[in-house]
């Protein structure tokens, strides 16, 4: 089985964040050839290959959803893709925790209850059947003034293909059960780390995910009015 890991960024985000999340995959185990960069807010789609990554430079930014649309439009097979943010990092135990896939291949399985900031494993023809849906919001208005609106647009729409976790095919990391309320499940596998800055910007909230051995950063976090759209 094939997962490849799908991070995505922006070139405004890049410099700092992959110097901390590339590593951090690698050193799980990730082969390098598996971990896809793509970095929104080119006007042209390039691809470049790295001796730790392919970098794909793609031609929007539509914040959440820019790696997911990119591998859709441009049909980029695997089995699962993985999706996680620039902001994350993983420990040694994620590649491990990552393949323990159910028996039954889930089309996919999430980071987290609802609502999972996107991060799921999916099944790549899952992300074709929303082929349509995904490029509908492709954004090319790279102004700050439709940025921002994305990102509170995409706060609030966050998991677009995972909200509907009924759905036949859905399963969380960890838990393997058919019968699951995600929307009203209480779990513990989150833990809160308050004032952790990987960046040196603004004030940050990290989430640690010990079912996967992954720390998110967070600077929009407890749903801020106004979303933060800097490190």
């Known amino acids: 089985m094939k997962i490849k890991i799908c991070v995505n960024s922006t070139k405004n985000y890049s410099e700092k964040t992959l110097p901390i999340i590339i590593p951090s995959l690698i050193n799980a185990g990730i082969d390098p050839g598996d971990i896809f960069v793509f970095e929104g807010g080119y006007h042209e789609r390039s691809v470049i290959k790295k001796d730790t990554h392919t970098l794909i430079q793609t031609d929007n930014n539509t914040i959440d959803l820019t790696g997911l649309i990119d591998i859709v439009e441009n049909e980029l097979d695997s089995d699962y893709w993985f999706y996680i943010h620039d902001t994350c990092k993983v420990g040694p135990k994620f590649r491990e925790l990552l393949y323990n896939i159910p028996e039954s291949l889930p089309d996919k399985i999430a980071l987290f209850t609802h609502p999972s900031m996107n991060i799921a494993s999916y099944k790549y023809s899952l992300l074709m059947k929303y082929k349509n849906t995904l490029l509908k919001y492709k954004n090319q208005d790279y102004s700050e003034k439709k940025l921002k609106k994305l990102k509170e647009w ?23 059960s058919d019968t699951i309320d995600f929307y009203n499940l209480e779990i513990s596998d989150c833990v809160e780390i308050e004032n952790q800055d990987w960046y040196g910007g603004v004030g940050r909230m990290v989430e640690y995910y010990p079912q996967l051995d992954l720390y998110k950063s967070k600077a929009n976090y407890h749903r801020k009015i106004k979303p933060i759209i800097e490190l």
């Not at 995409?154 to 393997?176: A, F, V």
């Open 154 to 176: 995409s706060i609030y729409c966050e998991d677009l293909i995972l909200h509907k976790p009924h759905q036949t095919g859905m399963r969380m990391n960890g838990i393997h």
